[in-house]
């Protein structure tokens, strides 16, 4: 059995998915392929070649401690105890998505494991089941764009995404045009921890005015505390823009779309509060490349990766000069299995 599923970058939508929010993520090229043999032993044993640590987990697995330790045992572990697979078996995971640069490379291997473990079940119960293994895994309480675009994702589109019916669109990604993540190469222990307070942040502030998602700039007066207003801002206009990018993505309007990655981006920064001062010195360098139609931070912030809307024949004059790691994105489909 040959499983694969894709990282994903997120076009707009930031810090929107546990809110029911919207959010505008893609499948990208870059995957987890896992080559896997069940066998009759209660053992599942799998390499990997981005660790030199082996896999070990032994059947049936009854549920993960919370622990410090975040090595992608966990991650076998905390699939296997959704999938909860009769038998164990050996494989090998290989995969293409640089680890911990915002580009869900845990995503992509919980997907693929759980596909070659043998899940059962609907496209969503697969996404909502790898969402609680990640939980499981690391204790970061995170939303369900990664798992859902790694499942859900579509060749040539981008998928909008409605974190309250969890249904998603697939809207067509212009020709021309590709996505270009720069690694910041911060990895911040620090992030996981301001994940959890800014979802709490969010939570006060719906205890207040009710759900964001359905909540407008106006009901922001009904927020006394000016922290949870700024956060609560960022939420309400950002899946404002997330709703104006998917138009104009599918009208072809590159230069809007790309104006309103800058604003997410800024509002991010001064509402939100996940930027940091390398993560904008990218975006205002990428936003000054020839070509580039916007440029934001990806993912939850801290550190990672910032992403550009750029014409692909610019990226070719520029791309290489920059000394941070690059990758060139492209959308890609979701997850697939074959015998
Ligand atoms: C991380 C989480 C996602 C989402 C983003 C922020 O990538 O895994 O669920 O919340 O942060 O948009």
């Known amino acids: 059995m040959r499983t694969w599923a894709p990282g994903r970058v997120n076009l707009i939508g930031e810090h929107t998915d546990y809110t029911g929010g919207l959010t505008l993520p893609m499948a990208i090229q870059l995957g987890t392929t896992v080559e896997y043999e069940p066998s ?24 993960l401690r919370p622990s410090a330790d975040a090595s992608w045992v966990r991650f076998v572990a905390a699939v296997a105890a959704q999938v909860g697979p009769a038998h164990g078996g050996r494989g090998r995971v290989r995969s293409t998505v640089p680890l911990g640069a915002g580009l869900s490379s845990s ?22 089941a790898c969402q609680r293994a990640e939980h499981a895994a690391i204790g970061v309480p995170s939303g369900i764009m990664d798992q859902l675009a790694s499942v859900a994702g579509r060749a040539g589109h981008a ?66 505390d000016p922290l949870l207003r700024r956060r609560a801002r960022h939420v309400i206009t950002e899946n404002a823009r997330v709703e104006e990018a998917a138009a104009a993505l599918g009208r072809g309007d590159t230069g809007a779309f790309g104006q309103l990655m800058d604003a997410s981006h800024a509002s991010l920064s001064s509402d939100f509060g996940v930027s940091t001062p390398v993560l904008d010195e990218l975006a205002s360098w990428l936003r000054s490349q020839p070509g580039v139609a916007g440029a934001r931070l990806t993912g939850a912030g801290f550190g990672g990766c910032v992403v550009a809307l750029a ?29």
């Open 40 to 63: 009759s032993e209660p053992l599942i044993r799998l390499e990997s070649d981005q660790d030199p640590r082996e896999a070990w987990v032994r059947l049936p697995v009854d549920g």
């Open 107 to 128: 995503a992509a291997l919980e997907v693929a494991l759980a596909l070659a473990l043998g899940f059962r079940g609907s496209p969503l119960e697969l996404a909502l």
């Open 159 to 224: 998928l909008l995404m409605d974190c309250s019916s969890l249904a998603t669109t697939p809207v067509p990604f212009p020709e021309g045009y590709e996505v270009v993540a720069l690694d910041s190469g911060v990895r911040r222990r620090l992030a996981s921890s301001a994940y959890a307070e800014r979802r709490s942040e969010c939570r006060a502030a719906e205890a207040v005015i009710g759900p964001l998602r359905f909540a407008s700039p106006e009901d922001l007066t009904g927020l006394a």
């Open 311 to 339: 014409e692909s024949g610019g990226v070719d004059r520029w791309f290489p000069e920059r000394r941070h790691p690059a990758w060139r994105l492209v959308p890609a489909g979701g997850a697939t299995s074959a015998p």
